[in-house]
Nanobody, 130 residues
Framework: QLQLVESGGGLVQPGGSLRLSCAAS????????IGWFRQAPGKEREGVSC????????HYADSVKGRFTISRDNAKNTVYLQMNSLKPEDTAVYYC???????????????????????WGQGTQVTVSS
């Protein structure tokens, strides 16, 4: 069964950093747009950051711009989300998801169109608290 597995979550103090990883098994991520989404208790799942299949185009939600960086290493079949200057409002379960590349939809739009994603990971908890 095709899988995405997130790792790297945990408890961190405000101002701290974490790096999330999203690894794929049984399929290659080369031709997929990858999105990082998060869901806090009582809130809808929201797009945090997305990256094109080549890695050349990225998009960030305004709330994380300048603090988070998305990257991918297709040789390792892994996508990363480096999170710096974390705030308590970043607390959520973080999910990665994979969608087949299509030229019809921009990377920015992919951060909103959750129904475009075929594969989802199980999520990793990020808690920012002192």
């Amino acid at each position: 069964q095709l899988q995405l597995v997130e790792s790297g979550g945990g408890l961190v103090q405000p101002g701290g950093s974490l790096r999330l990883s999203c690894a794929a098994s049984k399929f290659t991520l080369d031709y997929y747009v990858i999105g990082w989404f998060r869901q806090a208790p009582g809130k809808e799942r929201e797009g945090v950051s997305c990256i094109s299949s080549s890695g050349g185009v990225t998009h960030y939600a305004d709330s994380v711009k300048g603090r988070f960086t998305i990257s991918r290493d297709n040789a390792k079949n892994t996508v990363y989300l480096q999170m710096n200057s974390l705030k308590p409002e970043d607390t959520a379960v973080y999910y990665c998801a994979a969608a087949p590349y299509t030229p019809k939809i921009t990377v920015q739009a992919m951060c909103v169109l959750r129904n475009q994603y075929d594969y989802w990971g199980q999520g990793t908890q990020v808690t920012v608290s002192s």
